[in-house]
């Protein structure tokens, strides 16, 4: 059933004419049922305090309103009992409030035990449940008459049997006149207790509700009056993506509220693909991590979506080779573009999953991305000196060379060598070999930061100048070639490194993994076993397989004997590599 037409029955289940008051007429019961965390209760106490709030005459003609929870309770007299100390009288109107002290002061007094100060210190209904015991609390419960009642969570009760309570209702129904709200997961009961309540329900129940809440619906209970913390476009994106999700349930709705508005003050200043991305990420993370669902429903796991590894996993293997849980994040990568593979994704995986935000780890990540952030704005300079030379059959070489330039020359330190090498290739289709030759050595002189992480199999075809210009720098560079360097440079980036890496990595003893996956700490050794492992998904007819084996068996050997030093490295291994 429909939020709107779930309240409408609750609200003329409240509003209605109380059945005491010289009426012949015995109270009614209203169940709600649906799977937990869907907000049921939330609703019932809304229009509760909308209805006594709003001053319903007819509502405010009850002698109270009680509202208990038996979890954990155990027998009837406890039930009893915590609906005499949960009662709510400041629902009622001033003269019922009179009329109640008046009762349960003459039963006070009736047995002796006036404390002044009592109804100081507690609500009235405690009071009387703080001071009674045994016979008194049996008298104690002939106050509840006329009243508007919420049994919440009936199959989280603890020995109280289904009989009991339904007995307990019908009592309150037909003896004391009250109208009693009963909710409860329904799907959670035992099989006997199932077959019980569906034997007593014709007895006893009046009204049901299938509480079928729709995804936005919940989202407006869980953010309202939080709206205006967010800017329109923060606000509008959280919602679109909980609706994408189809999340009804209100506790991973809050969960989901409490810990962007975390994430707030270090965004409030990022640019705003990175602001949304990182909204984005906590509310697939919160609802991955959180969310039951159903068995039959293939999702992909917390543990598959915050792996910095998993597009290249997934890349690498055909589809026939990937499991039923990487076809999962297949399928849920395709409709929902999403990969966190950034630092500070993985800084909102671990607070959804240990609950606290590292926010120094955070503002460096964002600090680092809102570099990349704008050097990719730089290398806009470039593309668009391609759009110029597509966009028309003008005969303006000199402007097209003067663009690509000017490109190279003031950005070169942010490009990437593919783009550069295909610009080269241009200008020499162009007649402009010299500058072409000039731009090359210029770009390898001015770029450092790209040269190594970047495969030269991604631009086999460009420029032959830059790539050998690229080639000596690299050699230079890596003269001193080490494991620790080669790891380091397969941090930076997960595209996949130089085959001779790979060759000379399978040469290496497992005893040099090991000391570096010791020493290396966040980010670089999350990145460096991602890339060690990447080579697994290969199958054993991929060129240089055997290399690549090795790799993966020496990762797994020192991963082997850092996980026995104790138990909460045996328990990191064992999620690293799941």
């Known amino acids: 059933m429909s939020d709107l037409k779930a309240k409408k029955i609750i609200t003329k289940f409240i509003s209605k004419e109380p059945n005491g008051n010289g009426r012949n007429i015995s109270g009614s019961t209203l169940v709600i049922k649906g ?31 009680l509202y208990l929870s038996l979890y954990g309770l155990r027998n009837l007299a406890d039930v009893k009992a915590g609906l ?12 019922r409030q009179e009329k109640w002290k008046r009762n349960s002061g003459a039963i006070l007094k009736s047995f002796g035990r006036i404390i002044p100060s009592i109804f100081d210190r507690f609500k009235y209904g405690k009071a009387l449940s703080v001071l009674f015991s045994g016979v008194g609390s049996v008298i104690v419960f002939d106050l509840i008459k006329n009243a508007l009642i919420c049994i919440d969570d009936f ?10 309570l339904m007995g307990l209702i019908n009592l309150l129904n037909e003896d004391r006149d009250c109208d009693v709200c009963l909710i409860l997961n329904d799907g959670q009961l035992t099989q006997e207790d199932s077959a019980e309540f569906k034997k007593l329900w014709e007895k006893t129940v009046d009204i049901h509700i299938e509480y079928d809440p729709s995804p936005e619906g919940s989202f407006d209970i869980a953010f309202s009056n939080y709206e205006s913390e967010y800017s329109e476009e923060v606000y509008q994106t959280i919602k679109k993506k909980c609706l994408e999700l189809s999340i009804v349930n209100i506790r991973i709705l809050y969960r989901i509220r ?17 602001k949304l991305s990182a909204y984005i990420t906590i509310v697939i993370l919160v609802w991955a991590y959180h969310a039951k669902h159903e068995e039959d429903e293939v999702v992909p796991e917390f543990s598959m979506l915050r792996r910095v590894d998993r597009s290249i996993a997934i890349s690498l293997g055909l589809n026939e080779h990937l499991t039923p849980t990487e076809k999962a994040f297949q399928e849920f990568d395709r409709k929902h573009i999403f990969h966190p593979n950034r630092g500070s994704d993985q800084d909102i995986a671990n607070l959804v999953e ?42 303006n070489k000199e402007e097209v060379v003067g663009r690509f330039e000017i490109a190279i020359r003031k950005n070169a330190a942010v490009l990437y ?30 770029s450092t930061r790209y040269l190594p992480i970047e495969s030269l199999n991604s631009y086999l075809n ?79 007819d991929s060129d240089n397989f055997e290399y690549m084996k090795a790799v993966v068996e020496k990762t797994r050997e020192a991963l082997g004997r850092i996980s026995e030093d104790c138990e909460i490295n045996g328990v990191r291994v064992k999620r690293l590599l799941s």
């Not at 799977?35 to 009850?62: C, D, H, M, S």
């Not at 409490?258 to 990175?274: E, F, G, Q, V």
């Not at 955070?362 to 680092?368: E, I, K, T």
Request: glycine share 4%; net charge negative.
């Open 155 to 164: 199959e989280r009760r603890d020995g109280v049997t289904v009989s009991e």
């Open 258 to 274: 409490d810990m962007s508005r975390l994430l707030k003050s270090s965004l409030d200043a990022s640019p705003s693909s990175i």
């Open 462 to 540: 460009d420029d032959n100048e830059l790539m050998n210009l690229i080639n000596n720098a690299r050699l230079s560079n890596t003269s001193d070639r080490s494991l620790s360097a080669i790891l380091k440079r397969a941090h930076l980036t997960f595209n996949r490194s130089y085959i001779e890496d790979l060759k000379f990595m399978a040469k290496r003893p497992s005893e040099e993994y090991e000391a570096f996956f010791r020493e290396s700490k966040n980010d670089e050794l999350r990145g460096a076993i991602a890339w060690c492992m990447s080579w697994e998904r290969y199958r054993n």
């Open 35 to 65: 799977p937990w965390g869907i907000g049921k209760t939330y609703l019932w106490q809304q229009e509760v305090r909308n209805v006594f709030n709003g001053g319903n005459v007819k509502a405010q003609k009850r002698d109270s309103y």
């Open 84 to 95: 005499i100390s949960s009662m709510v009288i400041s629902y009622m109107s001033e003269a």
């Open 417 to 446: 060598p593919s783009d550069v090498g295909s610009a080269l290739v241009l200008l020499r289709n162009l007649g402009e070999d010299a500058l072409a030759n000039e731009l090359a050595h210029w770009y390898v002189n001015s």
């Open 354 to 395: 240990r609950g606290y935000l590292d926010n120094e780890a955070f503002r460096d990540h964002l600090s680092d991305e809102i570099d990349e952030y704008e050097n990719g704005l730089r290398r806009e300079e470039l593309r668009d000196a391609w759009k110029y030379f597509q966009g028309s059959f003008d005969n």
